[in-house]
């Protein structure tokens, strides 16, 4: 049995002997690899990728996605990001608008959030009880076994481990800088008054996943790129891809 996660004893800082300009090159050649690699996922189509970020407010999401993936085409790959239901989701099981923007094998597909946010903020908030949670995760990891065997679905699940204090930090920019006021929400200082209870319900919810979580410590944000860079090129090596042999029925000249 693994050994149980508590995000109180994992740091959310690089460790001291970790060379930063290092580091960041590595993180560099590492967007290279994964675009040849999703070059391979579409050429070859016999593998779907679903990337999720999970993370507090200003973990860095976003930026996540634009420093690990920004090298790959926008062909063959899309990024999800999910807010709260809208009235005819919420007609329906909490999956249903889940399972629609999976992705189809050849295709590499981000969550930014995702489904998890069903046993967080409505857990954290008291909007369904701990019966209702409980059966939630047993359909999320059933639901993760499905994509998983039956359409060859690779899932890398990423929490975004930010500290408190970096957080205000984050937050307070999306007031001062210009650029990012458009990310300015003040929901997002009434939530984080709820960050233990949020902490409990990640820690809870990672460690009865099936699927097991990285946890990605993002205080300094090239120490998160570096690691995420890692792990994804890892990842998708371990499909052991090929590029398909030319089919032609064409009798081409010898040279």
Excluded at 28 to 48: P, S, V, Y
Excluded at 81 to 108: Q, S, V, Y
Excluded at 112 to 141: K, M
Excluded at 157 to 183: A, D, G, I, N
Aim: net charge negative.
């Amino acid at each position: 049995m693994a050994e149980r996660i508590d995000l109180s004893k994992i740091s959310t800082r690089a460790p001291e002997n970790l060379d930063k300009s290092k580091a960041k090159e590595i993180a560099r050649k590492n967007a290279d690899r994964i675009a040849e690699l999703h070059g391979q996922l579409i050429a070859e189509g016999k593998h779907a990728v679903l990337v999720i970020f999970q993370g507090m407010d200003a973990s860095g999401k976003d930026g996540a996605m634009r420093k690990v993936f920004g090298e790959c085409t926008p062909f063959g790959m899309r990024a999800v990001g999910w807010k709260k239901p809208t009235e005819l989701e919420f007609a329906h099981d909490f999956l249903w608008r889940i399972h629609k923007e999976m992705p189809a094998k050849g295709e590499l597909v981000i969550f930014n959030r995702s489904h998890y946010e069903d046993v967080l903020i409505q857990r954290v908030h008291g909007w369904i009880d701990e019966e209702r949670v409980n059966a939630r995760i047993d359909s999320i990891n059933a639901f993760e076994r499905l994509v998983t065997y039956d359409n060859n679905t690779l899932i890398l699940k990423f929490y975004l481990h930010l500290s408190k204090e970096q957080q205000e930090e984050e937050l307070m920019e999306r007031v001062v800088e210009k650029e990012k006021h458009f990310k300015h929400n003040d929901g997002d200082w009434e939530e984080r008054e709820h960050w233990d209870a949020y902490r409990a319900a990640y820690e809870d919810v990672i460690n009865r996943s099936e699927i097991p979580w990285h946890i990605i410590p993002v205080d300094q944000r090239w120490y998160r790129d570096y690691l995420m860079s890692n792990i994804v090129v890892k990842a998708l090596e371990g499909l052991q891809m090929t590029w398909p042999p030319l089919e032609t029925e064409r009798d081409w000249p010898k040279t």
